[in-house]
Every structure is written in structure tokens, then in C-alpha cells.
């Protein structure tokens, strides 16, 4: 089996509940807060070590309190921490979050985050059959030297470009799985998507994004499922009805259950039904990393003759 190497950001999510979100200049009052661990770089490693996968996450604390109780919960998670280093004067990332109806508005800090470096992945030991995984809460020059070493050394690179900024086709370049949502890819590939459009009209713009690259794209849909190009063929992979409380963290999860099963040897088509499974379950919960199920969880949570999923 692989090992997963993720190289992301770590924040507290200080998450405040409401009946709705407050308009521009508004005050709104809130029904309660909470502090859950977030960040999408530990709820991707969180996510795929809860899945069984060998999970190693890189990136950097405060040394405040936050960062404190943050490596205290993923250490108990299973995540190794062994590149999570603490970065003096500066603050651990912050997520101010609103929560109502389900859906969230985050406004993200990055404190330590942003001084994640190419020296902190430059010792890392990737190897052929292990899965690099990073998103864009991190500096992206280190995203691309993490990009190139598991290159170097014949790992499989996830690229979550999130949240969504323009960025070089050097990078693109360096990516084996793309995984992003409908936002995401309506800005990279330039053209208008809306959450109603059929999944051709998805399927088209990943084909565009990709261009001639060996790349598989993946597109999640929220409730809506997903629709990947992979080997230039379009899969669609049904979404599941559940009942949403908090929808924070499911793209996380839904990444890292892919970045766990391709360590396992599996085939994208069986990693992407899985990963289905497992979001639809972390939605289900509050929090981000919190929420992140067990392997145990979706195997008992899938329904007779859903995919192909152990
Ligand atoms: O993807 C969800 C995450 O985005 C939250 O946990 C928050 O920390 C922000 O980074």
C-alpha cells in the first residue's frame, strides 16, 4: 500500500450558527460557536488517515493555543506530524466561519499557513505508489516544488485548487488528478457553469482545462454527485440523498477518500464512488475535520450495489 503526503494548511474554525447569513453592513444574531479543526490541507489528511490510509500531513502552527489543541486532535486522529512544525510571531491559521441552512461563508486567515515553504517538503521521502495531495491555502511555489519531488519519485500528485485562483500551466503541468467543484472550474477553464447544467456541459469544460495533459479530471457537484474525465472518457457518479447540517469540509473529505484509495491500489472509478459515499456522510455531521468518517462508517453506510466500494 501507498502512503498519502499531504501538504496543506491547518486551521481553527471558529464557527458561528445562525438562522441565515447577515447581508452586506447587516448584523445578524447567532444561535451558538464553535471551534471545530479545519483547514483544507488537515481535513484531507484527516479524511484519508480515518479511511486507513498511512497519512502524513506538512505544514505549520502558530504557537498559540489554537496551534496547541489542533495537533492534539490530529495526532489523536492518526495523522503522523512529524513535518507540522510551529513558526514563532505569527498566529495559527484562523477560519471565521457562518453557518446557517447548512451552508457556510468562511472568511480564512492563513497565519502559519502562508510561510509553509519548499524547505519544509524538501526532506520528505515520497516513493513510487505514494499520493501527494495539496490545495491552494499554502504558498504555491511550495505546491509545485512538493509537486516535483513526488514526481521525481514516481508518486501520483492531487491538485484540490481550492480556494480557486488563477494559476500557471507549469503547475497544471505537475497534476495527475484535479479534483474541484463547479466554482472552481468555471474560473480555471473561463467559461460561465451553473449547478443546473447537465454534466456534458461539465464534461466540456474539464476536456478544455485539461487540454492535451495526461490529467483526470474530477468534478465534484454537491448533492448532484460527481462527473470525472478520466483516460478522456466521462464517468458520472450518482449523488446521494441525504440530509446536509454542515457542508464544511465534505470537498476535504471527498479528496482525501480519493487520495486513500488510489494508495490502496484502487481504480479511480472505485476511489471516486467511495469518496462519494464517504462526503455524503461527513455532511451529515458539524465540523470539518471532526466530521471525517472511518472506513467502518462508509462500508456500513453504502447501499446494496452502490459502486464497487469494499
Ligand atoms: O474546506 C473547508 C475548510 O476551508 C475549512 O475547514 C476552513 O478552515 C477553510 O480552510
Known amino acids: 500500500m501507498g502512503r498519502v503526503f499531504v501538504a496543506g494548511s491547518i486551521n481553527m474554525d471558529v464557527v458561528a450558527t445562525a438562522d441565515r447569513h447577515p447581508r452586506v453592513g447587516e448584523t445578524v444574531a447567532g444561535h451558538e460557536v464553535f471551534y471545530f479543526p479545519g483547514g483544507k490541507g488537515a481535513n484531507q489528511a484527516v479524511s484519508a488517515a480515518k479511511l486507513g490510509a498511512p497519512t502524513t500531513l506538512i505544514g505549520r502552527l502558530?504557537?498559540?493555543?489554537?496551534?496547541?489543541?489542533?495537533k492534539t486532535f490530529l495526532a489523536a486522529q492518526g495523522v503522523d506530524?512529524?513535518?507540522?512544525?510551529?513558526?514563532?510571531?505569527?498566529?495559527s491559521g484562523t477560519a471565521i466561519i457562518t453557518l446557517a441552512n447548512a451552508d457556510n461563508t468562511i472568511v480564512v486567515v492563513p497565519g502559519a499557513n502562508g510561510f509553509v515553504s519548499a524547505d519544509d517538503i524538501a526532506t520528505v521521502a515520497l516513493a513510487k505508489g505514494d499520493i501527494a495531495v495539496s490545495q491552494f491555502e499554502?504558498?504555491?511555489?511550495?505546491i509545485s516544488a512538493f509537486f516535483n519531488r513526488a514526481r521525481a519519485a514516481g508518486a501520483t500528485t492531487i491538485l484540490n485548487p481550492a480556494p480557486a485562483i488563477a494559476f500557471g500551466a507549469e503547475l497544471l503541468d505537475?497534476?495527475?488528478?484535479?479534483?474541484l467543484n463547479e466554482t472552481e472550474l468555471s474560473l480555471l477553464a473561463k467559461t460561465e457553469l451553473r449547478d443546473s447544467d447537465e454534466p456534458a456541459r461539465f464534461i466540456e469544460a474539464a476536456r478544455a482545462l485539461r487540454g492535451d495533459r495526461d490529467m483526470i479530471v474530477?468534478?465534484?457537484?454537491?448533492k448532484r454527485g460527481v462527473v470525472a474525465l478520466a483516460d478522456g472518457k466521462p464517468l458520472v457518479v450518482e449523488g446521494r440523498a441525504v440530509k446536509a447540517v454542515d457542508t464544511t469540509g465534505a470537498g476535504d473529505c471527498f479528496v482525501g477518500a480519493v487520495a486513500a484509495q488510489l494508495a490502496a491500489g484502487k481504480s479511480i472509478r472505485d476511489a471516486l464512488d467511495y469518496a462519494n459515499i464517504a462526503a455524503s456522510i461527513c455532511v451529515q455531521r458539524m465540523?470539518?475535520?471532526p466530521s471525517m468518517p472511518t472506513a467502518a462508517e462508509v462500508k456500513a453506510f453504502r447501499r446494496p450495489g452502490e459502486g464497487r466500494a469494499p
Open 174 to 179: 505537475l497534476v495527475d488528478v484535479l479534483i
Open 218 to 222: 474530477c468534478v465534484t457537484l454537491g
Open 138 to 142: 499554502i504558498p504555491l511555489a511550495t
Open 62 to 70: 502558530g504557537t498559540d493555543a489554537f496551534g496547541h489543541d489542533l
Open 287 to 289: 465540523g470539518a475535520a
Open 81 to 91: 506530524l512529524s513535518y507540522v512544525t510551529d513558526t514563532a510571531g505569527i498566529h
